[in-house]
């Protein structure tokens, strides 16, 4: 949300987005191995993968028709934030056979 002032900057918004969705990549079937076994992994993969590219495809083009009617990127920024945040928060409390995650 912050416009980059120099190139530092700018190396350093595009090193912190590449490490936060590398981690996310990883992460993702690291989380659902564990939480969910080697057995279940495959299904529970089959659905959530497609799901994510369809919707990551559909993204840009949500983002370009939030900034032309909003007239810029800051809110369509501000709500995937929002939305990333209340999904991290939601995530804390989610429970299987009675263990937090």
């Known amino acids: 949300l912050i416009p980059a002032q120099n190139l530092a900057f700018f190396y350093t918004a595009v090193f912190v987005i590449g490490l936060g969705t590398g981690i996310g990549y990883i992460a993702q079937p690291i989380v659902i191995a564990n939480e969910f076994g080697t057995k279940d ?35 369509v920024y501000t709500v995937l934030v929002a939305v990333c945040s209340i999904g991290g928060v939601i995530l804390l409390f989610v429970k299987k056979d009675g263990k937090k995650i």
Not at 42 to 71: D, F, Q, R
């Open 41 to 75: 992994f495959p299904v529970i993969n089959g659905y959530i993968y497609p799901a994510n590219y369809i919707i990551g495809a559909l993204g840009p083009l949500l983002a370009g028709i939030g900034a032309a009617s909003g007239g810029s990127y800051i809110p």
